[in-house]
C-alpha cells in the first residue's frame, strides 16, 4: 500500500531546500509548507509596524495580531497580504532570524505548522522539522551546502527576483545566519540522528530532486 508521508528537510540558509521541496512537492502531489516564510512574516510584521526586534516581550505581543496563509501557487500572506515578494528582502532574513530565537514565536509557529501537517502528503522545510516540528517524518533530509556555494546561489537568485545582490554582503549574512541559527538556545538548526545528509555543492537540482524523489517512494512503500 502506498502511503502518504511527512518529508522534514532542514538545513542552513540558501542550501537550495525551498528549491527541491517545490518540485518534489508537485511531482508527489504533495502539500509545501515553507516555515521559513512564516518566521519571515513576523520579522516583516515587526519591521513594518516599528516594534523593536530585540525586545522579547515587545515581539510576542504583537503575535496575536499575526495570521499567515499559503495557496497551491506558494504565495504567502500576511492579513490577507501577499507578501510573497517584499519578505525575500535581506533586511527580513536577518529579523526572521532574530525573532526565530523567541520561545513565543517559535510555539505559535509550530502549532500551526503541526496542525497543517496534520493529515500528510506535506513536504516541510525549515531548521528544526526533523528535530521538534515532525519528529516522527517518514523521511528526514539534511540539505546541505558549501558556504561559496550557498552564497552564489542566493545572490543569482536575488538577481532574477531583482533584488540588491552584492556577493560579499550575501555570504557574510549567510555566515552570521547559520551561526545565530545553530546557536541559538530553542531548537536550533541540527541533523536529525536519523536524517539522511545530501550535501548539494556539486549536485544540480535535478540530481537532488531525482534523489529525494527516491527515498520518498521507498518510504511511502514502507507506508
Ligand atoms: O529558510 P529561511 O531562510 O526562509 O528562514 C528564515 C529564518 O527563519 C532562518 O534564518 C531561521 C528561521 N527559521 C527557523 O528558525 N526555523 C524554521 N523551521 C525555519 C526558519
Known sequence: ?????????????AAG??????????????????????????????????IDLNN????????????ITMDSNNRVYLNEHDV?????????????????????????????????????????DGRDIGTVVLPDAKLKIYQNASVETRAK????????????ADLETIKKDIEQRDYQDMNRKISPLKKA?????????NLSIDEVVNEVLKLAKQREMEG
Not at 509548507?33 to 516599528?50: E, F, H, K, P, S
Open 1 to 13: 500500500m502506498m502511503k502518504k508521508i511527512s518529508i522534514a528537510i532542514d538545513g542552513p540558509s
Open 17 to 50: 531546500k525551498s528549491s527541491i521541496a517545490k518540485i518534489v512537492a508537485k511531482k508527489l502531489d504533495y502539500v509545501y509548507i515553507d516555515t521559513g516564510a512564516m518566521y519571515r512574516c513576523v520579522g516583516y510584521y515587526c519591521l513594518q509596524n516599528n
Open 56 to 67: 522579547e516581550t515587545a515581539v510576542s505581543a504583537i503575535l496575536k495580531n499575526i495570521k
Open 84 to 124: 510573497s515578494d517584499q519578505i525575500r528582502q535581506d533586511e527580513v532574513s536577518m529579523s526572521a532570524s532574530l525573532v526565530s530565537s523567541y520561545q513565543d514565536v517559535r510555539k505559535f509557529l509550530v502549532k500551526q505548522q503541526r496542525q497543517m501537517s496534520n493529515m500528510g502528503g506535506v513536504i516541510l
Open 153 to 164: 546561489r542566493r545572490f543569482l537568485e536575488n538577481k532574477q527576483r531583482g533584488l540588491s
Open 193 to 201: 540522528d536519523d536524517a539522511i545528509v545530501l550535501d548539494t555543492s
